[in-house]
């Protein structure tokens, strides 16, 4: 059934991207199928009646037959190219819609998901060409049936051919699946490869040269590749024996076939074209054969390519649908209750986390490194579920992602650096105004970018980024950047601001989040601020103190001051560091 509705999506897609051409290979695929019997009985009748006047008819029809076999083939297989190329630019892009469009993170942890994405990235050419690995698969079967029946005409024993047959298709086909668990199971180690060896060969290399750390990294890359090739080149090997067994039992009973005929046409009881046609559909069925085999290899590889592909989608759809719309403007706040998380590996990164939120102000959140602040930012964003406890906004449940992702600005811990033209780059954190330059100009007014632009050699037009021969930044104009992009929502309801200003000096940090405090909030905005610098803090209306997952201390600044703990002690050390 998998494999029906695989078939069925490659046949859809083949036929939407060109209609005309798949006429065309169908008409050409049915003809060549009959083409090996056509030639074969014409050669007969050349060889049994040699002078009557039918002979030129038959040359004639051995030589359209053998025509369509060798030019259609071509043109056919050009056709079939330039379809598979159409289905695999869409499939590409259905696949990166389904991979961007599943709401949240919490897929990312999955390595089993991960695997399987790897999969269904790497193989769309096989998707893309699936159909026609199956049409070819039904070409050759065809024109073995017809072969086979033609056989029979000469003497019902020769059926015993197509016994003999059955070895080279099921053992190939067992050793198939043997292939692909081993493609699965290597998944992982192909990855590792190949994260490391970019690690190793990217354009941030410079830090590994300087701990010297390229030939251990080398070394795990050769690990991790021996891995992987040694899995998949076990069930080749395998394969391959299979493959051989199953060959050697079929030219066993060719040659004892031949023999027979030989025999009869000695015993008066076959004609000598009897023998001719028996021997040309001996060396057709050989070629048959295999095409067979060579198809259901390709067919097998090709929907078992697609059915991940269809397993992407299921995944995608089966997706909760939260209906729950996000509020235009937060009335009350965001609240959490016990919220618990983990991020899979059963180690609690967040634990009994009781906070308010209140609309319209600044929170900061502060704690040393692994404290846990990211992770409580990205569950405010949603990307993952609690797994205790509840977030609630407004009093009521969390909305549905898609529409509280659209309310959500800001900076993000690891921001990404978008190697697009600047107006893009700043553009897309509000696609709807992606091409407004008044609000991009003011984006990048707020996000304290205008410096940087003004020494771009095309200002906002220019290029970002090495890949494409553009303009490469430093740390902090690719930070200011992405501050820019950050203010672009001019009325979210969260404004999340985690290390907004890390690769800034705390001047300009203190600056920023100064003038980004006295607009924060209007609209009833909340703000949650993350930082290690604990004199942005005291701008925050409410600071929150992290540590091993637990709130320790919150209450505003002052307040933790006078409670002279753990806030109070950092804050006391970093002001004697500065002075
Ligand atoms: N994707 C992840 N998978 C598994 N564990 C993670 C993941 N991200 C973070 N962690 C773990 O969760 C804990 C909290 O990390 P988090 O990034 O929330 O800390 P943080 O307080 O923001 O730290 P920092 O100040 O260094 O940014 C850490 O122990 C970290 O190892």
Redesign the pocket.
């Known amino acids: 059934m998998r494999r029906l509705r695989a078939l069925w999506l490659v046949v859809e897609l083949s036929w939407r991207a060109a209609p005309a051409s798949v006429m065309v290979v169908i008409l050409f695929l049915l003809a060549e199928s009959g083409a090996v019997a056509a030639f074969a009985l014409a050669v007969r009748h050349v060889a049994d009646r040699p002078s009557t006047p039918g002979v030129l008819f038959a040359a004639a029809a051995a030589g359209l037959a053998k025509a369509v076999s060798w030019a259609g083939f071509r043109l056919r297989k050009n056709l079939q190219f330039d379809i598979s190329e159409r289905v695999g630019v869409e499939l590409e892009d259905r696949t990166l819609a389904l991979i961007a469009g599943v709401p949240g993170l919490h897929h990312l ?1 999955d390595q089993s998901y991960l695997d399987k994405v790897e999969l269904v990235r790497t193989q769309s050419k096989e998707v893309a060409s699936a159909v026609w690995a199956v049409a070819d698969t039904a070409r050759f079967v065809v024109s073995l049936v017809l072969s086979l029946v033609l056989l029979t005409t000469v003497d019902p024993s020769l059926l015993v051919l197509a016994v003999t047959v059955v070895p080279s298709i099921l053992l190939p086909r067992w050793s198939r699946r043997r292939i692909r668990r081993a493609e699965l199971t290597s998944a992982r180690s192909a990855r590792r490869h190949r994260h490391l060896f970019e690690a190793c060969t990217g354009a941030e290399a410079g830090e590994i040269r300087v701990f010297r750390a390229g030939a251990w990294l080398r070394g795990e890359a050769a690990t991790a590749w021996r891995e992987e090739t040694e899995i998949r080149a076990r069930a080749l090997v395998v394969d391959a024996i299979a493959t051989a067994a199953g060959w050697a039992v079929l030219v066993g009973g060719f040659l004892l076939a031949l023999l027979a005929v030989a025999a009869l046409v000695r015993a008066g009881q076959a004609s000598v074209g009897d023998l001719v046609l028996v021997i040309t559909l001996i060396t057709q069925l050989r070629s048959q054969v295999g095409g067979t085999l060579t198809g259901l290899t390709n067919a097998a590889r090709g929907l078992a390519a697609t059915d991940r592909f269809l397993w992407l989608r299921d995944y995608a759809a089966a997706q909760p649908l939260d209906t729950t719309a996000a509020p235009t403007v937060l009335t009350s706040g965001i609240e959490l209750r016990g919220v618990g998380f983990s ?1 899979g ?1 059963r180690r609690s ?1 967040l634990k009994g986390i009781d906070l308010v939120l209140p609309a319209g102000k600044v929170i900061a959140l502060v ?1 040393a ?7 409580l930012v990205k569950l405010l964003c949603g990307f993952y579920r609690p797994t205790e406890g509840e977030i609630l906004v407004d009093g009521g449940p969390m909305p549905d992602l898609r529409s509280w992702h659209t309310g959500i600005a800001g900076v993000f ?1 690891d921001h990404h650096r978008f190697e697009l033209l600047v107006r893009e780059a700043v553009g897309i954190g509000d696609l709807p105004r992606i091409d407004d330059p008044a609000a991009i100009g003011a984006a990048v007014d707020r996000g304290a970018a205008t410096e940087v632009i003004a020494t771009l050699p095309n200002g906002l037009h220019t290029q970002l980024g090495r890949t494409f021969g553009g303009m490469d930044l430093s740390g902090g104009q690719w930070q200011r950047i992405s501050l820019a992009r950050g203010r672009m929502r001019t009325k979210p309801l969260l404004h999340v601001l985690d290390e907004p200003a890390a690769a800034l000096d705390a001047v300009t940090e203190h600056e920023l989040i100064r003038r980004h405090a006295e607009i924060a909030g209007h609209g009833n905005a909340i703000t949650v601020l ?1 930082t290690h610098r604990l004199s942005t803090v005291r701008l925050a209306d409410h600071v929150v103190v ?1 540590d091993g997952g637990h709130i320790v201390e919150q209450g505003t600044h002052d307040d933790l001051l006078a409670l002279d703990g753990q806030y109070a002690r950092r804050y006391g050390e970093q002001e004697n560091t500065y002075r």
């Open positions: 942890e991020y590996d990164v704690g490194n692994g404290a846990g602040k990211t992770t811990q993350v992290l």
